[in-house]
């Protein structure tokens, strides 16, 4: 059995009163816990999910897009001051080692504080980066995790991920436009994690927008995936269950789940949640 924790489930960087929290998702797999992407409130959200900061075992980052990477510096230091002392595998984009170091500069002053005066460990050595590229991505003590290049311009490195272990599968799609290649991808999941946006909903977005032009509208359609075709790509895939997430408008109260159910099974008629921070999934 594996679970998944949807800890943000907002599309987007901006938070408001009512609206969830920008991307993260903590897997428990194979005896691991694993988190994808560190929006803000990854770290608050990782002690909600009953996972102590010291026990994550990989971190992957699926683009750089600062609502999926914005707390990535600030969960690594708070994980610190509780007690880390192991390096852990950050596996992401190539711009990520640029985040880690501006970040410890920033944070200079009471690191070097905290290690001299608190005998904390070094605190830079403990991000041990990967880069991530597409095909396998790691594949020790059963667990395989690959890694697919979605369809999310202007940005080149950003991936879909998969994982498979122990007769248990997951994937999440990753921030991505509408891509046939993801039905292949998902094949067979028990679970598929997928962004979604809602059409009447984004154009009702834009328009609330002070400086609405048209580029933030061009960007979303461009790149994300339409609710309609997430069910599309669910049906075509074959999967167990389908959640969705990264979800475009989040906390506007023009929209409802009814909306978000009603594109969507227009072509799944399997089960489907509705993604809310906290929720929990699991396979079999
Ligand atoms: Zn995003
Ligand atoms: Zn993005």
Known sequence: MAEVVLMGVKGGPAIRPG???????????????????AGLGVTRGICDAGTPLT????????????DHY????????????????????VIGPSGLPAHWEGFCAS????????????????????????LLTEGEVTGTAGLTI???????????????????????????????AYMPEMADFARGADILVHEAMLLPGVEALVARMPNGDERLRTHILRSHTSAEDVGRIAAEAGV???????????????????????????????????GRDGMVLRTG
């Open 19 to 37: 609206s969830h929290m920008p991307t993260s998702v903590l897997l428990r797999i194979g005896g691991r816990s694993i988190l994808v992407d």
């Open 107 to 130: 944070m200079a002053f009471d690191i070097d504080l905290r290690e001299r005066d608190e005998g904390r460990v070094p605190f830079a050595p403990l991000f041990d980066f990967r």
């Open 55 to 66: 026990g994550l075992d990989l971190i992957l980052i699926t683009h750089l897009h600062s």
């Open 240 to 274: 167990g269950k389908l959640a969705l997430t990264h979800m475009v408008p989040d906390g506007d109260p023009d929209f409802s789940e009814e909306d978000w159910r009603a594109e969507v099974r227009k072509h799944w008629d399997g089960p489907l949640h509705i």
């Open 146 to 176: 690959r890694a697919m290049r979605n369809d999310h311009p202007p940005i080149e490195e950003s991936y879909a991920l998969r994982f498979d272990c122990e007769g248990a599968s997951i994937v999440l799609s990753g921030d991505t």
């Open 70 to 89: 914005l707390e990535l510096g600030p969960l690594l230091h708070t994980a610190w001051t509780a007690g880390l002392t192991r390096p852990v595998p």
